[in-house]
Nanobody, 127 residues
Framework: QVQLVESGGGLVQAGGSLRLTCAAS????????MAWFRQAPGKEREFVGA????????YYADSVKGRFTISRENAKNTVYLQMNSLKPEDTAVYYCAADDYPPSTLSNSDYQGYDYWGQGTQVTVFS
């Protein structure tokens, strides 16, 4: 079992930046990948990006490519989501997720492939 705790959400003006943090409660040696998803009111959960823990390969949704950056800090069992050039349509609850070994056979953008989820952190972008 692992607990994921997100932080860093808040209220920001369009064009601004936020950095979200996802801290895992245990060492991530058994983690295959970690991801960020978001869910806006009345909408389905949407893939934002993912990082493979071994090798560090990163994937992004087209809607955030070039604006958002995922990074990790192994020593702290932590993943970050740096969000720049924020838009009102980025408003959502942002969730961190982890896929343990063995890795899911689903696409890394499929939320059903993740074993653990954080409680979410609200991001609100106003124009």
């Amino acid at each position: 079992q692992v607990q994921l705790v997100e932080s860093g959400g808040g209220l920001v003006q369009a064009g601004g930046s936020l950095r979200l943090t996802c801290a895992a409660s245990r060492r991530t040696f058994s983690t295959y990948a970690m991801a960020w998803f978001r869910q806006a009111p009345g909408k389905e959960r949407e893939f934002v990006g993912a990082i493979r823990w071994s090798g560090g390969r990163i994937y992004y949704a087209d809607s955030v490519k070039g604006r958002f950056t995922i990074s990790r800090e192994n020593a702290k069992n932590t993943v970050y989501l740096q969000m720049n050039s924020l838009k009102p349509e980025d408003t959502a609850v942002y969730y961190c997720a982890a896929d343990d070994y063995p890795p899911s056979t689903l696409s890394n953008s499929d939320y059903q492939g993740y074993d653990y989820w954080g409680q979410g952190t609200q991001v609100t972008v106003f124009s």
